[in-house]
Structure formats: C-alpha cells, structure tokens
C-alpha cells in the first residue's frame, strides 16, 4: 500500500529549513528516500531502518519511528539545489523487500 | 562509473502500435526493475528480475506488458497494441544485491500514445 506523504509541495527561500512526513499503515521496517529533479531520475538519499536512528546527506537527514509508522526528512538550511520532488518509499514484506511503493512525492521549491 | 542507461528517451507511438524500450542497468548489478511513473505521480512498481529470472511481474498492468532479461543484463519493456493510458515515463533501476538495497534509476523513457 501506498505511504502518504505531507506537505505535497512547500517552497523555501535559501537558508530555510523544512520538514516532510512519510506515514504508512503497513508496520515497516525500513524506509526510503528519493529525490527527483524535474525530467531526470530519482536519486537515492538515504534508507532508514528500524531503531529510530537518524541518518544524514548533506545537510539532509532523517528519522525513522517504526511505532509510529512513520519518517520524516529534515531539510536544514536549505540551498538552491535541494529544489526537486522528494519520494519516500517503503518495502514490501520480508522476502518481498526489494518491492517499493513510493508516495505521490513532496515538491520541493528553494529560491534565492 | 557508467549510471543507469534507458533508450529511446521519448517514444510516441500511435494507438494499437508495439513498442520496446531498453535499459542497460549498472553492470555487475544483480537486481533489475521496471516502474511507471505517471504525472505527478511517484514510481509504481512493474516488475523485478534477479539476473535473468523474473522472480515478480505483480505490477505489470495487463498482459500486453511484457519484459525480459535474458542474458542477466540489458532489459526490455515490451508494450503491445499501446493504449493512451500506456502514456507514462517508464524508469529502470537496478542495484548491487537483492532485497532492499539502494536502486539507481535511469533517466526513463517518456513514452505518449496518440
């Protein structure tokens, strides 16, 4: 099933910081995050896995509550090139965890 | 390195016509995938090939959607009699082992039906 992703599209001005959520109703184990420019391919950011532990990209990261079923990416004083879509994507079940479902992304635009 | 690579990167095809499009993933990398990205829309899931075998075809939307891998490398999304609702890009990816691993995409191929 598909997770749900909010908010569907913020815009930022340089420096700013954001925040985008990525709730499933499925139990998950892991998460995903992509980031897609316009007309080009989604790039792999980070995964999260279970234990709530954060990762980071830049000055991009993540939390991961398995409990909650949901993550959050953090955006931290953002810069022009984080401009893009943001996907979250979760496993299928154990033996299916190749299989991702992506939410319908979070657009994200950065401005000088 | 060389990334993930797709051709043609746009097909317009008018309806009922075949089309195939290719995807020549990272090389040594196991896992393959196929997803249809519509408008607005994040990647929805095809199918996935573990070299050569094609352990899940799930997502494939009717049975005029066919792929194949034959060597465990290069891949093809075969299309019959397209329909207008086949217009979507379609992304490969592929990555290093099976299971959830990072996947690198390919830039697609936008695919419109007339």
């Known amino acids: 099933q598909q997770p749900v992703q909010s908010p569907q599209a913020v815009i930022l001005r340089e420096g700013e910081d954001a925040v985008i959520n990525c709730s499933s109703s499925k139990a998950l184990y892991s998460v995903h995050w992509y980031r897609q420019k316009h007309g080009e391919a989604p790039v792999f950011l980070m995964i999260l896995l279970k234990g709530g532990e954060q990762k980071g990209h830049e000055k991009i990261s993540a939390s991961f509550n398995e409990k909650k079923q949901q993550s959050s990416l953090y955006l931290t004083a953002s810069q022009l090139s984080y401009s893009g879509t943001y996907f979250c994507?979760?496993?299928?079940?154990?033996?299916?965890?190749?299989?991702?479902?992506f939410g319908a992304g979070t657009t994200v635009t950065v401005r000088a | 390195g060389a990334g993930v690579s797709q051709s043609p990167r746009y097909k317009v095809a008018k309806r009922g016509q075949d089309v195939a499009l290719r995807c020549d993933p990272i090389s040594g990398h196991v896992s393959l995938f196929w997803y249809q990205q519509a408008l607005g829309q994040g990647p929805e899931f095809l199918t996935y090939f573990q070299n050569e075998a094609q352990l899940d075809k799930s997502g494939l939307p009717s049975d005029r959607f066919f792929a194949e891998r034959p060597e465990g490398s290069v891949s093809t999304l075969k299309i019959q009699r397209t329909q207008q609702e086949d217009s979507a890009v379609y992304l490969c990816?592929?990555?290093?082992?099976?299971?959830?691993?990072?996947?690198?995409f390919g830039p697609g191929t936008r695919l419109t039906v007339l």
């Open positions: 990816a592929s990555s290093y082992g099976t299971g959830g691993n990072e996947q690198f």
């Open positions: 994507g979760t496993p299928g079940e154990y033996g299916n965890d190749y299989k991702l479902s």
